[in-house]
């Protein structure tokens, strides 16, 4: 079955600071992997997806399929990335997203 | 482009009452879903609809129910509110043609913080 694991719920680090959301999924097939951002009064958004390689707002992740994890990484930490981030699962076929329990991310001055 | 929208935004229920959360999306999206967030759980999924039409269940689909007549809309329905509803659901759509760069992403609405007291 289609699952996905973020097994912290609270994460909090000091501006400047490395930050690393942790993210691991199970799935028989090839999975296709995104990370969510909700800010504070804003509505859920795509931040960034597996298969576009890029970097948003200083964010990466990347797929390792030998440890089934989606790890979002941000060297540097801004009080700005302060919200909850979502790791999401979508399975073939193109529908059916299965998130996350989420992890809020915390940045302190 | 609105993108996709709920309503209520808020409401509250007693034990047993019935209602309908509204979504629309304004994409041309054959792809809608609707979740609920609850602390510490994450989204789960309540029911999906890949087109006009069909629908089918999620993950947790009881206590719920989904129409799906045109492609823009895709309300919600709980027969018999239970204090377990109480929870903020979501609407969401996605891209459904072959642009393999823009399937799967999907776009939310703001949410509706339900309360069944």
């Known amino acids: 079955a289609q699952r996905v694991t973020q097994p912290e719920k609270l994460l909090s680090v000091f501006k400047g600071a490395p930050v690393e959301l942790k993210c691991n999924y199970s799935y028989s097939g090839s999975p296709e992997l995104f990370w969510y951002v909700q800010y504070s009064r804003q509505r859920l958004q795509l931040l960034l997806r597996?298969?576009s390689r890029e970097s948003i707002k200083g964010f990466t992740a990347d797929l390792n399929k030998g440890e089934t994890s989606f790890h979002l990484k941000k060297p540097f930490a801004q009080e700005e990335d302060s919200a909850m981030y979502y790791c999401?699962?979508?399975?073939?076929?193109?529908?059916?997203?299965?998130f996350g329990a989420g992890t809020r991310l915390f940045v302190k001055a | 482009n609105a993108g996709v929208t709920q309503t209520p935004k808020f409401r509250i229920l007693k034990i047993g009452q019935s209602m309908t959360l509204q979504c629309a999306q304004d994409?041309?999206?054959?792809?809608m879903y609707w979740y609920r967030q609850d602390p510490g759980m994450g989204l789960k999924l309540i029911y999906y609809s890949v087109g006009a039409g069909i629908t089918d269940k999620g993950e947790v689909p009881n206590g719920y129910n989904v129409s799906r007549s045109t492609t823009e809309d895709f309300p919600l329905r709980l027969e018999l509110a239970a204090p377990s509803q109480t929870s903020v659901y979501f609407c969401?759509?996605?891209?459904?043609?072959?642009?393999?760069?823009?399937?799967?992403?999907?776009?939310f609405g703001e949410g509706s913080r339900l309360t069944v007291l």
């Open positions: 999401a699962s979508l399975g073939t076929g193109g529908f059916k997203t299965i």
């Open positions: 969401a759509s996605s891209y459904s043609g072959g642009d393999v760069g823009k399937a799967g992403e999907l776009f």
């Open positions: 597996h298969i």
């Open positions: 994409m041309n999206h054959n792809y």
